[in-house]
Structure formats: structure tokens, C-alpha cells
């Protein structure tokens, strides 16, 4: 990996595992500045009361953005935000209004209406990368209840500086997906 690459660690449904995530931003505290380049944190609700005694747990102090997901009761929150991170502009929301079990349009379509070239969303519990309509759609799956068998997951995006080999390959955009194990292990996992 590059060492001037950003990094996002991407979250979402977390759901009062504050066990778990704490597992995660503790692992993800080792990946921060000057051990490496995890810049920030996005999360993408139902979970946003996890996340304070979590980062107080752990420690991470990186810089957050987060939306409020259909079991997120605070309306203070935003239900989505855009974002700018790494030459690439960002959409972010939950997903439960974008009508996700019918396909992805409404999500892509939300995202050109931001001018974003990439949706993070969360909600169905599933970690997927895909694009649709021309947008890059990822979703880190769930922390607290995942719904496929690779288990609880989350994802971290990799943006190489303009001037790495991986950026100039076109590949402008690293994801990488992570799970939890029992004892709270974190390891790299493969969508099929």
C-alpha cells in the first residue's frame, strides 16, 4: 500500500454492538497517521448512539461524517451528505428510502443529482461493490447484524495520490472489506 494513499474506514449498522465496533476502531487506530493513512470515518447509521462510548473505548480520534439510518432517532442528523475525499465526491445515506430491494437507480440518480461519483450506503446489511447508471455503490455491510455468511464486515476505501502506479493503472479507488471474527479478530474478506 502506499504510504500517501487516504484511507476511509467505512461503517454502517452497527445496531448496540458497541463491542464489535470498538474492536474495529481500535484496530483502525493503528492504521492512522504516522502508522499509516486512515484520515477518517464514515458511518452510515443505525447505530450513531453506538458511536461515542465506542470511539471513547478505543481511542480512534479520526475525523467523522455520518447520516442517521431508519433506527436512528435523533432527526438532528442528517438522512444523507455529500463530501468531498481524495479527488472523489461522496454521497452517503443509510439507503432505506432509496427504494434498494428494487435495484440501485434511486441511489445512483442521487448521486449524479450531487454531482458524486461514488454512493456509500448501508441498510441492507449486506457488503456489495458495485456500479450502476455510471456511480460506484458500496456498502460496507454490518457490524452488529449481518445478513450473508461472511458475517460481520465493514470496508475501507483507498485513494492512491495522483502520481501512484495504482493511479495511473485507473484504478483510482482501493476497497477492501473486513470482517470480525468471534473473538473480535479482524480480517480482510472476498465478496464472491
Known sequence: MDRDSKKLLVLSDTHGSVSALSAVLSWAKELMPPNDTICGAAFLGDGISDLHPAVV????????????GNNDYDHSIPDSAVFDFADHRFFLCHGHKYSLYGGCHTLAYAAKNNNADIVLFGHTHVPSIRTVDGIMLINPGSIGRPRNKLGASFAILECP??????????????????GIGPKGQIKEIFLQ
Open 57 to 68: 473505548e478505543s481511542g480512534f480520534c479520526g475525523d467523522w461524517i455520518y447520516v442517521r
Open 161 to 178: 495520490p495522483a502520481n501512484s502506479a495504482a493511479f495511473a493503472a485507473n484504478t483510482q479507488l482501493i476497497t477492501t472489506f473486513w
